[in-house]
């Protein structure tokens, strides 16, 4: 059983910065194929940054710039460093990993994921 556990998330004043971390446990880490989503109520999952099945990082246009993903592949940790933190980047904040398929830059911001954390709180005020 594969544990993904999300933290780092908080309440910040926009312009502000965020590291938010994945611990993985249970499975044989990989670091291909691990993303992370952010939702807020009412609207569907939205990919945001994402290593694809070859490692290659993608970012969903609205971040780019601002997000960073990255891991440490000794700690089983997947990071996503946000800066210049906008109001809209206010929702729950989830990682996933292991991709239902083979998947491209592209496809990996989408939600074929095996398993998800429950996520982590990001809150930027005006």
């Known amino acids: 059983q594969e544990y993904l556990v999300e933290s780092g998330g908080g309440s910040v004043q926009a312009g502000g910065s965020l590291r938010l971390s994945c611990a993985s446990s249970?499975?044989?880490?990989?670091?291909?194929?691990m993303a992370w989503f952010r939702q807020v109520p009412g609207k569907e999952r939205e990919g945001v940054a994402a290593y694809d099945s070859d490692g290659v990082i993608n970012y969903a246009d609205s971040v780019k710039g601002r997000f960073t993903i990255s891991q440490d592949s000794a700690k089983k940790t997947l990071y996503l460093h946000i800066d210049n933190l906008k109001p809209e980047d206010t929702a729950m904040y989830y990682c996933?990993?292991?991709?239902?398929?083979?998947?491209?830059?592209?496809?990996?911001?989408?939600?074929?994921?095996?398993?998800w954390g429950q996520g982590t709180q990001v809150t930027v005020s005006s």
């Open positions: 249970g499975y044989t880490y990989s670091e291909y194929c």
């Open positions: 996933a990993s292991q991709c239902q398929f083979r998947m491209t830059a592209t496809q990996s911001l989408g939600v074929s994921y095996n398993y």
